[in-house]
Nanobody
Framework: QVQLVESGGGLVQPGGSLRLSCAAS????????MGWFRQAPGKEREFVATISWIGGGTQHAESVRGRFTISRDNAKRTLYLQMNSLKPDDTAVYYCAASRGFSTASHDYDIWGQGTQVTVSS
């Protein structure tokens, strides 16, 4: 059974950077794509970015485009999210997830990590 474990969250000042990681464990791991989602208090979970696991094609939400970059290391079975120029509105719990397709919709992802908190505040 595949498990996803996020790390790298924390408290950062506006304008700062963080890199999130998501490590996959389990005997078989062959998603079509992996993605990052986030959920702020009182808000619905929203799409952040997704990447094709083999081809490497990516898609980023308009709200983070140019500031966040999704990437992966297939050999390490690890997904990353580099977050630069962070804003207070980026404060949320960030989740990684695996999908059998290429999608921005959370219901298309069937394996989820436990989440990591990112807080952007001065």
């Amino acid at each position: 059974q595949v498990q996803l474990v996020e790390s790298g969250g924390g408290l950062v000042q506006p304008g700062g950077s963080l890199r999130l990681s998501c490590a996959a464990s389990g005997r078989t791991f062959s998603p079509y794509s992996m993605g990052w989602f986030r959920q702020a208090p009182g808000k619905e979970r929203e799409f952040v970015a997704t990447i094709s696991w083999i081809g490497g094609g990516t898609q980023h939400a308009e709200s983070v485009r140019g500031r966040f970059t999704i990437s992966r290391d297939n050999a390490k079975r690890t997904l990353y999210l580099q977050m630069n120029s962070l804003k207070p509105d980026d404060t949320a719990v960030y989740y990684c997830a695996a999908s059998r397709g290429f999608s921005t919709a959370s219901h298309d992802y069937d394996i989820w990590g436990q989440g990591t908190q990112v807080t952007v505040s001065s």
